[in-house]
């Protein structure tokens, strides 16, 4: 079993949709989830960020963590065009140098 | 951007030759990192570092070393380039020496092996 599963998509949404990004895991000691944002031939850019379990909100878009099911989602409300990129979430135990990626979703929303 | 910045942004080399990849950063991180990128695998850890001079290998460190002479300062070196090297190459910092445990990404090098 992988460390971090994450659906490939690619996902194809019309703009003003609500999208929905998921990540399973398997190792119970990961505390620090994040949400990265990579548009083509860019770097990955850091969206959200969260320790241990809940949710954190910041405009569109919303981050939930349900560490008792292994399970990470992030939500982005009202998408638009500019939202069309892939979407990694990544994960790390506390004092661990190995941040953990998905293989990412390519999310494309169409005007 | 987290001030980092890469060189080159892109390269074309040859199986065998020598290539090293600068990563520098202006905001005094004492964590950076290595990471290649590839299509099917994701994002991989190749090395990282924790100050000047101190080094520790990742899960794909394999042909690949690094040096850490200033703060700001991070190479990525290949021995001897070989085909399966060609990739994207991210530096990243971390701020966990500001309390806050996440990873920052500057914006790549394409590296071509022929």
């Known amino acids: 079993q992988k460390e971090v599963e994450q659906d490939p998509g690619p996902l194809s949404v019309p703009e003003g949709a609500i999208v929905s990004l998921n990540c399973t895991y398997s190792?119970?000691?990961?505390?620090?989830f994040m949400w990265y944002r990579q548009y083509s031939r860019k770097g990955p850019e850091l969206l959200m960020y969260?320790?241990?379990?809940g949710n954190k909100e910041d405009g569109r878009f919303t981050a939930q963590v349900d560490k008792s099911s292994k399970y990470i989602s992030l939500f982005i409300r009202d998408s638009q065009p500019s939202d069309s990129a892939t979407y990694l979430c990544?994960?790390?135990?506390?004092?661990?140098?190995?941040?953990?990626f998905g293989k990412g979703t390519k999310l494309t929303v169409n005007p | 951007d987290a001030g980092i910045t890469q060189s080159p942004r892109h390269k074309v080399t040859e199986t065998g030759t020598p290539v090293t990849l600068r990563c520098h950063q202006t905001?005094?991180?004492?964590?950076m990192y290595w990471y290649r990128q590839d299509p099917g695998h994701g994002l991989r850890l190749i090395h990282y570092s924790y100050g000047v001079k101190d080094t520790d290998k990742g899960e794909v460190s394999d042909g690949y070393s690094v040096s850490r002479s200033k703060t700001e300062d991070f190479l990525l070196t290949l021995e001897s380039a070989t085909s399966s090297q060609t990739s994207v190459y991210f530096c990243?910092?971390?701020?966990?020496?500001?309390?806050?445990?996440?990873?920052?990404f500057g914006p790549g090098t394409r590296l071509t092996v022929l």
């Open positions: 969260t320790y241990s379990s």
């Open positions: 905001e005094n991180h004492r964590y």
């Open positions: 990243a910092i971390s701020e966990r020496d500001r309390k806050v445990d996440t990873q920052y």
């Open positions: 190792n119970s000691a990961f505390q620090y």
């Open positions: 990544a994960m790390k135990e506390g004092g661990s140098e190995k941040l953990v």
